[in-house]
Nanobody
Framework: QVQLVESGGGLVQAGGSLRVSCAAS????????MGWFRQAPGKEREFVAA????????YYADSMKGRFTISRDKAKNTVYLQMSSLKPEDTAAYYC?????????????????WGQGTQVTVSS
C-alpha cells in the first residue's frame, strides 16, 4: 500500500509558475512509476507526466512538454510537478498517482494508488 498526499495548489496569474508536491508513504521501497494527472470540470482525467521512482526516468504527454517538469526527491519520498508559463486552460485539480512496475502508462485506470488532488487555478 502507498499513500499519496498532494499539496501546493493555489491561485496563480497567467504566465506564472507553481510547483505542486506529492508526499508518498507506505511501501515506497517498491519499484513504482509516479504520475501526475489533471482533471478540469466536465472533462476527463488527463495524463500530464510520469517518473520512475527508481532511476528517475521521465515521460510527458506531448501537450505538456516544455512547460511542465516532473521530478522526485527519494530522501523526502516526494514527487514534484513544476509548472511554468501557466495558462487559464491549465486550471484543474491535479492528482498524484502510483503504479507498481516500470512501464510508463498514460491510462489513469492502470494506476493503483491516488492522492486526493490539489486545485490549481490560473487567472487571466
Amino acid at each position: 500500500q502507498v499513500q499519496l498526499v498532494e499539496s501546493g495548489g493555489g491561485l496563480v496569474q497567467a504566465g506564472g509558475s507553481l510547483r505542486v508536491s506529492c508526499a508518498a508513504s507506505g511501501r515506497t521501497s517498491y519499484s513504482y512509476v509516479m504520475g501526475w494527472f489533471r482533471q478540469a470540470p466536465g472533462k476527463e482525467r488527463e495524463f500530464v507526466a510520469a517518473i520512475r521512482w527508481i532511476g528517475g526516468s521521465t515521460y510527458y504527454a506531448d501537450s505538456m512538454k516544455g512547460r511542465f517538469t516532473i521530478s522526485r526527491d527519494k530522501a523526502k519520498n516526494t514527487v514534484y510537478l513544476q509548472m511554468s508559463s501557466l495558462k487559464p486552460e491549465d486550471t484543474a485539480a491535479y492528482y498524484c498517482a502510483a503504479r507498481l512496475g516500470t512501464a510508463f502508462v498514460m491510462d489513469n485506470q492502470r494506476y493503483e494508488y491516488w492522492g486526493q488532488g490539489t486545485q490549481v487555478t490560473v487567472s487571466s
